[in-house]
């Protein structure tokens, strides 16, 4: 069993939907939680950043964490299709010196 | 978000020669840095962990003499590909972070192609 567990997808939407991604985990020891977003040939953008359980909002993009469950989940609403792109999930804590560990990435592709 | 400079962007080298590729932190200290390799439609693959002034920790599998890297300031790792080989062409990216359990920022990330 993987560490992080995340649905390649691809996932289509139509414009001004809106997108929910997770990923699941099985190492409890996880503390810090992020996710990214990446296009094509560039480096991966940092979106948002959650310590422990709880929700953190920042314009159309919300981050859920859900510890107890071991299960995490990135909203975006009133999608664009310039938020199309891969979105990975990655997390870090105690275990393994905090080193990042990040799920397979979910391609999102938005239609216009 | 902070910045992390990765140069160059693309390299185009001969089989046998030595790449070296560049990842700075611009506006923070970043006492650990990570190198990554991607193959299309892949996910990340951490290849070593390097803090500043220390030996960098190498993934299992990663050839530690195939990629050196080096740390040797709070705001530049380096990573050479020594003696490239078609196979080693790929999507090399690199992040930093200032301290531990922080978030890391990435650099724009360096394709190198072998031929």
């Known amino acids: 069993q993987k560490e992080v567990e995340q649905d390649p997808g691809p996932l289509s939407v139509p414009e001004g939907a809106i997108v929910s991604l997770n990923c699941t985990y099985s190492?409890?020891?996880?503390?810090?939680f992020m996710w990214y977003r990446q296009y094509s040939r560039k480096g991966p953008e940092l979106l948002m950043y959650t310590y422990s359980s709880g929700n953190k909002e920042d314009g159309r993009f919300t981050a859920q964490v859900d510890k107890s469950s071991k299960y995490i989940s990135l909203f975006i609403r009133d999608s664009q299709p310039s938020d199309s792109a891969t979105y990975l999930c990655?997390?870090?804590?105690?275990?393994?010196?905090?080193?990042?560990?990040f799920g397979a990435g979910t391609r999102l592709f938005v239609k216009a | 978000g902070a910045v992390v400079s990765q140069h160059p962007s693309w390299v185009i080298c001969k089989s046998g020669t030595s790449v070296k590729i560049e990842c700075r932190s611009l506006?923070?200290?970043?006492?650990?840095m990570f190198w990554y390799r991607q193959f299309p439609k892949q996910s990340l693959m951490l290849m070593a962990t390097s803090n500043e002034g220390s030996k960098a920790t190498y993934e299992q599998g990663v050839e530690k003499d195939k990629f050196l890297i080096n740390h040797a300031s709070l705001t530049l790792s380096t990573l050479t590909v020594t003696s490239a080989h078609p196979e080693d062409s790929s999507f090399y990216i690199c992040s930093a972070r200032w301290g531990v359990g922080t978030e890391a920022f990435f650099g724009q990330g360096t394709r190198l192609t072998v031929v």
């Open positions: 190492n409890s020891a996880f503390q810090y």
């Open positions: 506006d923070f200290q970043a006492t650990t």
């Open positions: 990655a997390m870090s804590g105690v275990a393994g010196g905090f080193k990042t560990i």
